[in-house]
């Protein structure tokens, strides 16, 4: 190695996902890739979590890996046993129910979670310092507990029914599972309202007390309007990430499509439709999460511009 | 420190000794000055010298540490709550240098907000003023255009429109024209040479110098957070006392 090359490697250090990316390089060569590089950070910096990268490209490596294990599963089908489609098949309707399941528990937690998480957000942002203090602890306690515990929480702690007024109110299993996928997803979209917030410039805040308006009517009429548009790709982002998440709930005993994937395996009974069975689900997945995923990027490119 | 007379027996607005600091920095240290009713006063100075932050001083925007303002029949520096703040600022406008309109409203919109929501007029009457206001800076066919489709002169006049749909007693002016090009920094002029010619009471802080010689009734001067030396354009500008200001004056003109 040169003395320059020794220099270089004094220089060089491997950056976090997190950090941000210097503004300038001595290498003129990487100049195209960390401006793209240091759009994807910022991407991920907003939504607070790994983005989805997906491309048709993963599509197709996801077909073929499918593919690849119904191969491997023909294969392996013994005479007078039925072949690999012919039982994916048989199985589908089963499947669908699981992944309908799935999405039933993804949207709800979602609503449930967006609808308080607004309010936690708002609450982040109050000027009283007591209800200021107690939204973040409350966020930043969820959003940084991992979510297979909070789940496990949520199963053990809730009660498996209620007594109102004398009548007994069952909590289904998959209803306590939903609210605690909710919670992590409640502290994501608080901290998704008080980034957006904080992102429009004081000036606009400036300009509103310039004009009379009180700060309730600041915040409803002119901050949280132009928060929107802000908040739609990160906030479609997390549903992405908790639609995929959603199979966790497999763990504690809910009969979604993982749940209902490992049942249909064991009755038949053949190692060789591991593969293909699973390459199954992620399709489904991907085929749900894909669209999100490209719909997000396009907001984003297209607010970008707006902004 | 000079200070002039007031023109008028009743002045508008009336600034006494005041100062105020951010931190540790202090920003303003001792200014006074008065604004008769109708009157024009531009306020000059190198960056730093505090006229912005006098100028947000006057309509409640930020605090003050010491001395009294008073405009209209308002002690600002008495102002507490957030009732008696609104109650200021229907009476003092202020239109900023960054034009600062709602992104997300159009522009007849931006205007007639604050009246409907603030003032709680009828939406109606509201909008035949809009309309008026917004012909009135010579932006009709602007009315349902978005602020990013307007260029940075279009805007402060929209701006300027947003203000006066307030019906304000006294019109502040903070550098309006300083993100401007050229060309456009006229067409905001005339619109403000227009206000002050129909009486409406106006404190300017500028860099345009010949702006401030034709229009305004007296020019203050201020460096380092107090007024150097103050009086007629005419004196200010051709016959200044002080060497500061000489020496600022070389600088620009």
């Given amino acids: 190695m040169s003395a320059g090359g020794s220099d270089h490697a004094i220089r060089t250090r491997t950056l976090r996902w997190n950090e941000p990316l210097p503004q300038t390089t001595d290498l003129p060569v990487l100049l195209p890739a960390a401006s793209h590089l240091a759009h994807a950070a910022a991407i991920e910096r907003t939504a607070g979590a790994f983005t989805l990268r997906l491309r048709p490209a993963h599509g197709v490596a996801l077909a073929v890996l499918f593919l690849i294990g119904c191969g491997w599963a023909e294969a392996q089908v013994q005479p007078g046993q039925p072949s690999i489609v012919e039982t994916l098949w048989k199985w589908t309707p089963v499947l669908l129910r699981g992944f309908l399941f799935n999405l039933l528990i993804s949207a709800v937690a979602m609503a449930a979670g967006t609808i308080v998480g607004l309010f936690l957000g708002f609450a982040q942002i109050s000027l009283l310092p007591p209800v200021r203090k107690g939204a973040w602890l409350t966020t930043h306690f969820f959003r940084n507990a991992p979510w297979l515990v909070l789940l496990f929480y949520c199963m053990f702690l809730l009660p498996f029914q209620v007594r109102i007024f004398g009548v007994t109110i069952p909590i289904p299993d998959w209803l306590k599972a939903t609210l605690g996928l909710a919670l992590p997803v409640m502290a994501n979209v608080s901290e998704i309202v008080r980034g957006a917030v904080q992102s429009i410039p004081t000036t606009q805040w400036e300009s509103a007390a310039s004009l009379a308006f009180n700060r309730r009517q600041t915040l409803w009429m002119i901050i949280f309007p132009q928060c929107i548009k802000r908040m739609l790709p990160p906030w479609m982002n997390l549903y992405a990430i908790l639609t995929m998440s959603t199979v966790l709930v497999s763990i504690v005993g809910v009969n979604e499509m993982m749940s209902l994937t490992r049942q249909a395996l064991s009755a038949e009974n053949r190692p060789g439709l591991l593969l293909a069975f699973y390459s199954y689900v992620l399709f489904w997945f991907f085929l749900y999460c894909y669209p999100i995923a490209r719909w997000t990027v396009r907001l984003e490119a297209r607010y970008a511009v707006n902004d | ?253």
């Avoid at chain 2, 920003?27 to 006229?51: D, E, H, N, T």
């Avoid at chain 2, 159009?106 to 603030?118: D, F, G, L, R, S």
């Avoid at chain 2, 009315?143 to 260029?151: C, I, M, Q, R, T």
């Avoid at chain 2, 009486?199 to 034709?214: K, N, P, Q």
């Fill in chain 2, 1 to 253: 420190m000079s200070e002039l007379p007031a023109a008028s027996s009743d002045p508008i607005v009336d600034i006494h000794d005041v100062y105020q600091s951010f931190g540790k920095v202090e920003v303003l240290k001792g200014i006074s000055l008065s604004v008769p009713k109708g009157g024009v006063v531009c306020i000059i100075g190198p960056s730093g010298s505090g006229k912005s932050t006098l100028l947000r001083c006057i309509n409640g925007l930020v605090p003050i540490d010491r001395g009294s303002i008073r405009v209209a029949k308002f002690d600002v520096h008495k102002l507490l709550t957030d009732q008696e703040k609104i109650a200021l600022r229907k009476e003092v406008s202020i239109v900023f240098q960054q034009y600062n309109l709602f992104p997300h409203k159009t522009a007849i919109e931006n205007v007639m907000m604050a009246p409907i929501h603030v003032l709680r007029e009828n939406k109606d009457e509201v909008r035949v003023r809009a309309v008026a206001l917004l012909k009135k800076v010579g932006l009709s066919e602007k009315a349902d255009v978005y602020p990013g489709e307007l260029s940075g002169g279009q805007q402060q006049r929209v701006a300027i429109a947003r203000s006066l749909a307030m019906r304000p007693e006294v019109m502040l002016f903070d550098e309006v024209t300083a993100a401007l090009d050229p060309e456009t920094v006229k067409e905001v002029l005339n619109t403000i040479r227009a206000l002050a010619q129909e009486g409406m009471t106006c404190m300017l802080v500028t860099h345009e110098m010949r702006f401030a010689r034709e229009l305004a009734d007296t020019v203050y001067f201020t460096d380092g957070g107090v007024i150097v030396e103050s009086g007629p354009p005419a004196d200010l500008f051709d016959r200044p006392v002080k060497e500061r200001t000489r020496a600022f004056l070389s600088q620009i003109l």
